[in-house]
């Protein structure tokens, strides 16, 4: 099992002011920063990322979200990570998140939902050298 996941804080987060607070709790839940950049994705790069999502009603407006400002792309090291992470964003609709999890606290709406956090242990590695060179990864 691998000790390492991927995340965005997504533009809705970044634009409310949000990005500060949300590192603070991934660092009060223990996870290590291996990797960290802000950055604003072109639609095209917003598009590959979420190649995956291409059939799907939303994709179109997911893209346009993600390419709509800046956001903060980090590697995390945790044991567990994956799983331990998806647990501190909650669920996809905020909505449905549970009380005290990121989603809950910083997310607007299904799409509009303030951070991504990788599905598995190989999503979580090739999200990660997406976004950073091996020189980047700490
Ligand atoms: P995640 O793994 O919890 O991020 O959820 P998914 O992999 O199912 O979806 C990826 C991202 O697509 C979500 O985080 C949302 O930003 C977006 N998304 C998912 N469902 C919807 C939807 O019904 N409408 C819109 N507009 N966006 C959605």
Not at 66 to 93: C, H, Q, W, Y
Not at 94 to 111: C, D, F
Not at 118 to 133: H, L, P, T, W, Y
């Amino acid at each position: 099992m691998s000790n390492r996941t991927f995340t965005m804080i997504k533009p809705d987060a970044t634009e409310k002011g949000y990005t500060g607070a949300i590192l603070e709790k991934i660092n009060a839940a223990g996870f290590r920063i291996a990797a960290i950049k802000m950055l604003h994705l072109s639609a095209e790069k917003a598009g590959e990322f979420y190649a995956v999502h291409k059939e799907r009603p939303f994709y179109g407006e997911l893209v346009e979200f993600m390419s709509r400002g800046p956001i903060t792309a980090a590697i995390l090291e945790k044991e567990n990570a994956v799983e331990d992470f998806r647990k501190l964003i909650g669920a996809t609709n905020p909505a449905q998140a549970a009380e005290g999890t990121i989603r809950k606290l910083y997310a607007a709406s299904v799409g509009e939902n303030a951070i991504h956090g990788s599905d598995s242990d190989e999503n979580a590695r090739i999200e990660g050298d997406f976004f950073f060179s091996k020189l980047e990864q700490f």
